[in-house]
């Protein structure tokens, strides 16, 4: 009881006593990411979806696809339009009505680190050139709002994007596209290597996965006095303000840091620390990904969509 | 380095930033603001407050700040609510808000011309129209933009041709402290000025390790210069001050 009172009375030294022993009161090594979970294909009506947990923090992610005609400037590719959205279910801080400042940021942040990491290459979503292409809507929810939200949503919508299939279609020579059924597109699939097969003049696309780049993978870090925290709860985040993000995709290139101000200038030594964090982080739940790829792919009934 | 100089639209070298203009006191209305240019990137900043504010923003503790990005046209957007932030952030660091509980502090941002380097244009704008309004800081900020170019070479205060054209991007902003003339002060001696660390970091763009840390030694460099530039175009005008109000 009085450690509880002396916790809410004051929380900072309350904290201060775990750092200074480096330990977080949860348990946890300062360094160390709270356990990770994906599981793919949580939502069985979007075309690519994903459920991620890191700790409490939930997101879940989901990519529908619509046909567009592409741009003049650009008529061989697709795009893709990123949303995040925190629904009052997710947090005490956020009402019904005018969204969250939080969420705003994130969802900046996020499709800023989408386009830097170059994971989906545009020309990939092409159907037909100038006639039409793939215009992907990823769509990220905050389920669960438990502090790192940017390094979950960002891995839900990688793992959104690894899901997705884009499915068979047949585009007639006026640029109309028509859903190709599953029995001959299966049949396309199988025949060839070639990508589109001319078929009554109309040419068709098998169903296929969507080839990704070197994916990026983000890491929050807190920095309180000469101690740094990864992945923060939400109450970590809120009590000791400072933070940074580094994102860093599997080949170990740097691709966001991302720091708000703070009160703890990032000296050399710290964003090196960061960063050797984040690069151990980026391994870790690329392993992670690429484990709930395999049991994803190795349960096919799982993949009958449509 | 000559190579470097000829790689750049405007000739500039690579360690090289764009003549700098700062005007104060341009709005009557406003308790303080000032007017950054870095060339044709123009920001107009204006400080209202310490005034009193009421419903959630009031804090007992605390004077709370409220920045406010209008864009050169059109409705703000999450570009714009994501740079309030930024702003509001490396601000905060700053600004000694224990001096003022229960009051607000407003700080609006009018972008004039954007023409690269645009975040780092207005948080110089408003950390001297902050000084215009007589707020107690405990230092300056002084906030470049640095990037890599195809060529990987570093390079300072971007244009918007070349933040379009370049691998990546980066904005950092510096923290300033006041030059000290008391022994007594405590100096903060594991921060040499070569080592001083940044308050704020914004990257768009993916690049190396080895770069991003050239582009934060030089950017720190550059913004010892800005620093430098500020605080002598404030001390200038408020000789001008006081020789007005003397005559």
Same mark, same amino acid.
């Given at each position: 009881?009085?450690?509880?009172?002396?916790?809410?009375?004051?929380?900072? @030294?309350?904290?201060?006593?775990?750092?200074?022993? #480096?330990?977080?009161?949860?348990?946890? @090594?300062?360094?160390?990411?709270?356990?990770?979970?994906?599981?793919?294909?949580?939502?069985?009506?979007?075309?690519?979806?994903?459920?991620?947990?890191?700790?409490?923090?939930?997101?879940?992610?989901?990519?529908?696809?619509?046909?567009?005609?592409?741009?003049?400037?650009?008529?061989?590719?697709?795009?893709?339009?990123?949303?995040?959205?925190?629904?009052?279910?997710?947090?005490?801080?956020?009402? @019904?009505?005018?969204?969250?400042?939080?969420?705003?940021?994130?969802?900046?942040?996020?499709?800023?680190?989408?386009?830097?990491?170059?994971?989906?290459?545009?020309?990939?979503?092409?159907?037909?050139?100038?006639?039409?292409?793939?215009?992907?809507?990823?769509?990220?929810?905050?389920?669960?709002?438990?502090?790192?939200?940017?390094?979950?949503?960002? &891995?839900? #919508?990688?793992?959104?994007?690894?899901?997705?299939?884009?499915?068979?279609?047949?585009?007639?020579?006026?640029?109309?596209?028509?859903?190709? #059924?599953? #029995?001959?597109?299966?049949?396309?699939?199988?025949?060839?290597?070639?990508?589109?097969?001319?078929?009554?003049?109309?040419?068709?696309?098998?169903?296929?996965?969507?080839?990704?780049?070197?994916?990026?993978?983000? &890491?929050?870090?807190?920095?309180?006095?000469?101690?740094?925290?990864?992945?923060?709860?939400?109450?970590?985040?809120? &009590?000791?303000?400072?933070?940074?993000?580094?994102?860093?995709?599997?080949?170990?290139?740097?691709?966001?840091?991302?720091?708000?101000?703070?009160?703890?200038?990032?000296?050399?030594?710290?964003?090196?620390?960061?960063?050797?964090?984040?690069?151990?982080?980026?391994?870790?739940?690329?392993?992670?990904?690429?484990?709930?790829?395999?049991?994803?792919?190795?349960?096919?009934?799982?993949?009958?969509?449509? | 380095?000559?190579?470097? !100089?000829?790689?750049?639209?405007?000739?500039?070298?690579?360690?090289?930033?764009?003549?700098?203009?700062?005007?104060?006191?341009?709005? *009557?209305?406003?308790?303080?603001?000032?007017?950054?240019?870095?060339?044709? $990137?123009?920001?107009?900043?204006?400080?209202?407050?310490?005034?009193?504010?009421?419903?959630?923003?009031?804090?007992?503790?605390?004077? *709370?700040? =409220?920045?406010?990005?209008?864009?050169?046209?059109?409705?703000?957007?999450?570009?714009?609510?994501?740079? =309030?932030?930024?702003?509001?952030?490396?601000?905060?660091?700053?600004?000694?808000?224990?001096?003022?509980?229960?009051?607000?502090?407003?700080?609006?941002?009018?972008?004039?011309?954007?023409?690269?380097?645009?975040?780092?244009? !207005?948080?110089?704008?408003?950390?001297?129209?902050?000084?215009?309004?007589?707020?107690?800081?405990?230092?300056?900020?002084? !906030?470049?933009?640095?990037?890599? $170019?195809?060529?990987?070479?570093?390079?300072?205060?971007?244009?918007?041709? =070349?933040?379009?054209?370049?691998? !990546?991007?980066?904005?950092?902003?510096?923290?300033?402290?006041?030059?000290?003339?008391?022994?007594?002060?405590?100096?903060?001696?594991?921060?040499?000025?070569?080592?001083?660390?940044?308050?704020?970091?914004?990257?768009?763009?993916?690049?190396?390790?080895?770069?991003? %840390?050239?582009?934060?030694?030089?950017?720190?460099?550059?913004?010892?210069?800005?620093?430098?530039? %500020?605080?002598?175009?404030?001390?200038?005008?408020?000789?001008?001050? %006081?020789?007005?109000?003397?005559?």
């Amino acid at each position: 009881m009085e450690v509880e009172a002396f916790k809410r009375l004051y929380p900072l @030294p309350f904290y201060e006593r775990y750092l200074d022993s #480096s330990v977080r009161p949860d348990g946890r @090594p300062l360094g160390r990411a709270r356990p990770t979970s994906v599981s793919l294909g949580a939502v069985s009506t979007a075309d690519g979806s994903a459920l991620v947990k890191i700790g409490n923090t939930t997101m879940l992610a989901g990519v529908k696809l619509e046909v567009m005609v592409p741009s003049q400037e650009t008529p061989d590719q697709g795009s893709i339009t990123v949303d995040f959205q925190m629904p009052p279910i997710c947090s005490p801080l956020v009402r @019904p009505g005018r969204p969250v400042e939080a969420a705003s940021v994130i969802s900046e942040q996020l499709s800023n680190v989408l386009t830097s990491s170059e994971l989906v290459n545009l020309s990939e979503l092409c159907i037909a050139p100038g006639k039409a292409a793939w215009m992907a809507y990823l769509d990220v929810y905050c389920l669960d709002a438990d502090g790192s939200l940017l390094d979950t949503a960002l &891995l839900a #919508s990688v793992a959104a994007l690894a899901h997705l299939q884009l499915p068979a279609v047949s585009v007639s020579e006026e640029g109309r596209v028509y859903p190709v #059924s599953s #029995s001959t597109s299966g049949d396309v699939s199988m025949e060839g290597a070639e990508t589109s097969i001319k078929v009554k003049g109309n040419s068709i696309s098998p169903r296929r996965r969507l080839k990704l780049g070197a994916a990026p993978f983000a &890491l929050t870090c807190m920095v309180h006095k000469k101690h740094l925290l990864a992945d923060p709860c939400a109450e970590e985040e809120t &009590l000791l303000q400072c933070s940074i993000t580094i994102t860093m995709n599997q080949m170990g290139r740097l691709v966001s840091f991302y720091k708000p101000g703070g009160a703890v200038p990032a000296t050399t030594a710290i964003v090196k620390e960061c960063i050797s964090l984040a690069r151990r982080r980026a391994r870790e739940v690329q392993q992670i990904l690429k484990e709930a790829l395999e049991d994803h792919i190795e349960s096919p009934s799982l993949m009958q969509t449509d | 380095m000559a190579g470097e !100089a000829l790689s750049r639209p405007d000739g500039r070298a690579g360690n090289q930033i764009r003549p700098l203009v700062c005007t104060r006191s341009l709005l *009557s209305r406003a308790d303080g603001s000032a007017q950054w240019s870095q060339e044709n $990137t123009t920001v107009l900043a204006a400080v209202y407050g310490p005034k009193s504010v009421t419903g959630k923003k009031e804090n007992p503790e605390y004077a *709370s700040l =409220e920045v406010i990005w209008k864009p050169k046209s059109g409705l703000s957007g999450k570009f714009e609510k994501e740079a =309030e932030l930024i702003v509001k952030r490396s601000l905060e660091s700053i600004i000694l808000a224990a001096l003022y509980p229960n009051l607000g502090i407003s700080i609006i941002l009018q972008v004039i011309n954007d023409d690269g380097s645009l975040l780092a244009c !207005a948080m110089n704008a408003a950390c001297a129209a902050l000084v215009d309004a007589g707020i107690p800081l405990s230092g300056l900020i002084a !906030a470049v933009s640095c990037g890599v $170019t195809v060529n990987n070479e570093v390079v300072l205060d971007l244009l918007k041709s =070349e933040e379009q054209k370049n691998v !990546a991007h980066v904005c950092l902003v510096f923290p300033s402290q006041p030059v000290s003339v008391v022994l007594e002060l405590p100096s903060n001696v594991d921060e040499k000025p070569e080592k001083q660390g940044f308050i704020t970091c914004v990257m768009r763009g993916a690049m190396d390790v080895d770069q991003y %840390l050239t582009c934060v030694d030089q950017g720190r460099a550059a913004s010892a210069e800005i620093a430098k530039f %500020l605080r002598k175009s404030l001390g200038q005008s408020q000789v001008w001050a %006081l020789l007005s109000f003397l005559l």
